[in-house]
């Protein structure tokens, strides 16, 4: 196709960078009961709601908080790197 690695991950960063915005979102959000509900219809039954008392739909809910936490706690992360990157910056210029 004539695409690098590198360009397929610029345009999914750019890609997932307009998925973020706030318009976006608002307009992304009435999807995510659909995503709840149909990961918890794919989910566990009956057996596995006696023994966890946690129907598959909170799972599914659950499993996608998760996601949301590690893509937060990456972004931190990625700050305080970008953080200590542009105050190393700093310091090299000011020599």
């Known amino acids: 196709m ?5 360009m397929v991950r610029q345009i ?10 706030p318009s976006r979102t608002d307009q992304l959000r009435p999807f995510l009961d659909e995503v709840i509900y149909s990961k918890g219809i794919r ?25 949301q936490e590690e893509n937060e706690r990456r ?10 990157e542009y105050q190393s910056r700093r310091v090299l ?3």
């Open 75 to 84: 972004m931190r992360e990625l700050i305080e790197i970008r953080k200590k």
């Open 12 to 21: 999914q960063a750019t890609a997932l960078r307009e998925l973020r915005k």
């Open 43 to 67: 989910g566990g039954g009956n057996r596995a709601f006696s023994r966890t008392w946690t129907s598959s739909t909170e799972w599914a809910a659950l499993d996608i908080l998760q996601v």
């Open 93 to 95: 210029e000011k020599s």
């Open 2 to 6: 004539g695409v690098t690695g590198n």
